[in-house]
């Protein structure tokens, strides 16, 4: 194999990988794509400020640390976790169920009211998000 035959297969394996769920799978780890293939940034204050009952700092910066103001972005945990998907990463192991009927809630007034459940639960605190800590608000 010629060295450019090489180095045009190895670009379109790179392209090829990098494009599994458009945008919506930084770690491009994910086996499917539960919001679709297509990005959906919404702004992150916005949104933040349909729930006036928690911290708005911490919203926004919970909200750009988790999905960059994405509604369609996912993360694959593992096959016992499933995702965590939309604004929040709100996760499929343990709200999806409760939250949004069983299904990815990627509409962001879904990921919105899945984010408010799990806030509540948490205490009223931001507490179950991994970027809590970093964010100054676990």
């Known amino acids: 194999m010629s060295l450019s035959a090489l180095l045009f297969s190895l670009l379109i394996i790179g392209y ?4 599994k769920c ?3 799978c930084p770690s491009n780890k994910c ?3 539960p919001c679709g293939t297509t990005t959906n940034f ?3 204050a916005t949104w933040c400020a349909k729930f006036s009952d928690w911290d708005q700092a911490c919203c926004r910066c919970i909200v750009k640390e988790e999905s960059n103001g994405n509604a369609n972005a996912a993360y694959y945990n593992s096959a016992k976790l499933g995702f965590d998907v939309g604004l929040w990463q709100i996760n499929e ?5 409760t939250c949004s009927g ?6 962001p007034k ?3 009211e899945c984010a408010k459940k799990v806030w509540r639960e948490a205490g009223k605190s931001f507490r179950r998000w991994s970027t809590a800590a970093k964010c100054g608000c676990s």
């Open 16 to 19: 090829c990988s990098a494009s």
């Open 22 to 24: 458009g945008s919506n």
């Open 31 to 33: 086996p499917s794509c």
């Open 42 to 44: 919404q702004d992150i």
């Open 93 to 97: 192991y343990w709200n999806w169920k």
């Open 102 to 107: 069983g299904k990815a809630p990627c509409d």
């Open 110 to 112: 879904i990921n919105l």
